[in-house]
């Protein structure tokens, strides 16, 4: 068809008949072309009739653009009236007309851009044999600005481009059905990674619900439309910010539907370019499939964006909608019959989306829907959101304990089971095991496909968590898999024993021992042991376990001098300083970055029983002075603890008239 009207020396259109709906207005077109309308007063030109004739059915159909785009010269003609195309494009364009108002109207500025560049194509044929293209643009582009135009065989909505296209993934094959060439098209554009479903409803459907893999880039954040669409993009994406800066222009083509202010930009997994897509409750609807800016200043800069972007967290539901229809009633249908699991899963995943573009507020409204759509499913209790909008579905179920929502979630979905959260980098199996869900981390395991060291954004492992939370039946199912690091360190360089030394858990203390596997003094960043750890909190049982073991360093300092012995004296722990006091190795009087001694804190913190246990050993420099010149029986009197002071007079072996830097006196200070 496009071979036939490349040969044409001139194309008309025919518009119809001028009826009064539309009389005057292709003359009307004519004088804006030769800008006559503004200087002629007594004529105003009649916009709404112009616009009528723009939603003449010949602006509609699909097969008509071959006409236009391969005419040497094409001209436009109503009732009488006929007026070159070139002119036709220019006066509409001088016109500044809005096209929003009707669906009919969205595609007119890309058919002004066939009819207006008509006459500078080359037509040749392609190198390809018995294959002729104007070689417009490639066939995804074209579909980007057509696939909302008429026909009455379906099909014929790809077919009528390809005669247009530079590219050829495509024959016309019309014992191809609709629903599979579909199908077909969409893999073509995004990939394999996809799935792609035409629902049922009748077998012309043009609807495609696709669901990917992929991750947001940023939000159109500023529209300008003529025959273009300049826009503006705000990334929110650090990959984008980092390649791109905070926000680009892109100058696209017109599109079948237009787009708008706060459209979200996405890249799908498998595609070649990003997608724009418009939120509708609990999908997302595609606007721009495959976006290609115009300037190729702007495409070496999107190449690099996409070549950089390896991560793809989020599960995009998207429609791809061909018809001409109000996107309300869309998206009123397309969740009808969405079974309130279903929808709780989708509006989950919207949140998740929702919190990239960093709409905090609005993600965790979502969010909440969510979580009530899944008790409702399960009956479950009402739990307490806090704003884990980084959260996927199956870790929230896993990390609350919903072994139902686990069980379907990977039965009916075939979620990833180890696919980490966008915001702390934990898995299902973190989750739960931090949280104690013994029966959700037995489920987990079982699948084999879930990596038993994974590691957070702060490198703390399932077994860390376990261990710190004080969940031990988890502890021992993880040892059991043979298959976990037992010392692993995280930011901090604590490991699972230093994690249950400090909050007190000893039979996880037991079990991590009983392995051979650990360094019993290992030290963190603060060069705490996990004795330290011990001593710091009180933790007698702890401390005796580790100190049978023979392998830790009683007197190890950590980063402000402090020993084991010196915490455990600041914080009163008389049953571990008289387990510390056992060992010989012991320094009784040692002396931290602050020069404070064990008898100094005890006194200065009111200790009195452990005052006593330090005097008792004849091992402390009574009157011993710290950077300050401070004494212990100073800190005792300025802190009013009568009765240590009464035991250090007792010894005679402090000076009572001592002074320290400012000259005070222990007499002074009370």
């Known amino acids: 068809m496009a071979k036939i009207y490349s040969n044409a020396h001139r194309v008309i259109v025919w518009l119809g008949n001028e009826t009064e709906e539309i009389k005057g207005a292709l003359e009307d077109i004519r004088l804006a072309a030769n800008e006559e309308s503004t200087k002629d007063s007594n004529k105003e030109t009649n916009k709404q009739a112009i616009l009528k004739l723009l939603e003449q059915q010949w602006f509609r159909r699909i097969w008509v653009l071959q006409e236009v785009a391969a005419a040497r010269h094409v001209v436009m003609m109503c009732g009488p009236t006929q007026i070159d195309g070139y002119a036709f494009c220019l006066g509409l364009k001088s016109l500044s007309l809005s096209y929003t108002a009707s669906p009919n109207l969205q595609t007119i500025p890309s058919v002004v851009y ?33 696939h909302a135009r008429e026909a009455t065989d379906v099909r014929d909505k790809v077919y009528a481009l390809l005669g247009m296209s530079s590219d050829d993934p495509i024959e016309a094959d019309y014992k191809v059905s609709w629903k599979e060439l579909f199908q077909k098209l969409v893999k073509f554009i995004l990939g394999n990674y996809i799935s792609v479903e035409i629902p049922d409803d009748s077998d012309d459907s043009q609807r495609a619900v696709i669901k990917s893999k992929g991750c947001v880039l940023g939000q159109v954040s500023l529209v300008e439309s003529d025959d273009r669409q300049n826009v503006i993009i705000t990334f929110t994406s650090k990959n984008a910010g980092w390649c791109l800066g905070d926000e680009m222009k892109w100058t696209l083509q017109a599109s079948a539907k237009s787009i708008q202010e706060r459209d979200i930009v996405c890249f799908l997994q498998g595609a070649s370019k990003p997608t724009i897509i418009r939120l509708y409750k609990d999908h997302f609807a595609i606007i721009v499939i495959a976006v290609t800016p115009l300037k190729e200043s702007e495409s070496p800069k999107q190449l690099e964006l996409l070549k950089s972007i390896t991560h793809f967290p989020r599960d995009f539901l998207l429609v791809w909608n061909w018809e001409q229809l109000l996107e309300e009633s869309q998206d009123r249908e397309e969740s009808k019959n969405w079974m309130s699991f279903d929808q709780a899963t989708k509006t989950w995943n919207v949140a998740l989306i929702l919190g990239d573009l960093e709409e905090y507020e609005t993600a965790e409204k979502r969010l909440r829907e969510a979580i009530k759509g899944y008790e409702i499913a399960f009956g479950q209790k009402q739990s307490i959101l806090k704003s884990q909008y980084g959260l996927t579905p199956l870790s929230w179920a896993a990390g609350n304990g919903y072994i139902d929502v686990v069980n379907l979630l990977l039965a009916k979905y075939s979620i990833d089971p180890d696919l980490k959260d966008h915001q702390y980098g934990r898995t299902p199996l973190s989750w739960a095991a931090g949280d104690g869900n013994e ?217 009572v008239d001592s002074k320290d830097n400012y000259n005070q006196t222990p007499l002074s200070l009370t």
Request: some cysteine.
């Open 114 to 146: 066939l009819i207006e560049r008509a006459g500078l194509r080359s037509k040749h044929t392609s190198p390809l044999p018995e294959r002729f293209s104007l070689n417009i643009r490639c066939l995804v582009e074209l579909i980007d600005m057509f």
């Open 439 to 655: 029966a959700i981390v037995k489920l987990l395991l079982e699948t084999g496909k879930v990596e038993f060291d994974s590691k957070d954004n702060y490198n703390q492992t399932p077994l860390s968590w376990a261990a710190k939370k004080g969940h031990e039946a988890i502890v021992k199912l993880l040892l059991e898999t043979g298959k976990v690091e037992v010392d692993s360190k995280d930011d901090y360089s604590q490991t699972p024993l230093s994690w249950a030394a400090e909050k007190g858990h000893e039979d996880i203390i037991k079990l991590l021992l009983e392995t051979g596997k650990v360094e019993v003094d290992s030290k963190d960043n603060g060069s705490r042991t996990s004795l330290w750890w011990a001593t710091e909190n009180g933790h007698k049982a702890i401390v005796k376990l580790l100190l049978e073991t023979g392998k830790v360093e009683v007197n190890s300092e950590d980063n402000g001098g402090q020993t084991p012995l010196s915490r455990a004296a600041q914080k009163g722990h008389e049953g571990v300083i008289k387990l510390l006091l056992e060992i010989s190795k012991v320094k009784v009087d040692s002396k931290d970055d602050y020069n404070q001694t064990p008898l100094s804190w005890a006194a200065e913190k009111g200790h009195e029983g452990v005052v006593k246990l330090l005097l008792e050993t004849s091992k402390v420099e009574v009157d011993s002075k710290d950077n300050r010149s401070r004494t212990s029986l100073s800190w005792a009197a300025e802190n009013g603890h009568e009765a240590i002071v009464k035991l250090l007079l007792e010894t005679s072996k402090v000076e």
